[in-house]
């Protein structure tokens, strides 16, 4: 039998809490090597370390305050945030 929408609406719920989970475990990861590399480095780090499916083009990043372990730096052209 087919799902009904509420059916597919809980499973879509888990599953992008799931993924969500998974997002701030690579972002805990990165935080510390990021701000670790040097501004030679970062450059190739942009370029290698996201995933594609996780890449957005620096228009869809929103704007950020600073805060504390942002990873959108000028690098990631979000250009709202100032921490690194």
Not at 36 to 57: E, F, H, I, N, T
Request: charged residues 15%; aromatic residues 4%; proline residues 11%.
């Amino acid at each position: 039998a087919a799902a009904t929408p509420l059916q597919r609406i809980v499973f879509r719920e888990s599953a992008l809490a799931s993924r969500l989970e998974s997002v701030r475990k690579l972002k805990a990861a990165l935080v510390p090597l990021y701000q670790a590399l040097d501004g030679a480095q970062k450059p190739m780090a942009d370029r290698l370390l996201v995933p594609p499916m996780m890449d957005a083009s620096p228009t869809d990043l929103p704007a950020q305050s600073p805060g504390v372990g942002c990873l959108q730096t000028p690098h990631f052209g979000c250009g709202g945030c100032q921490s690194t």
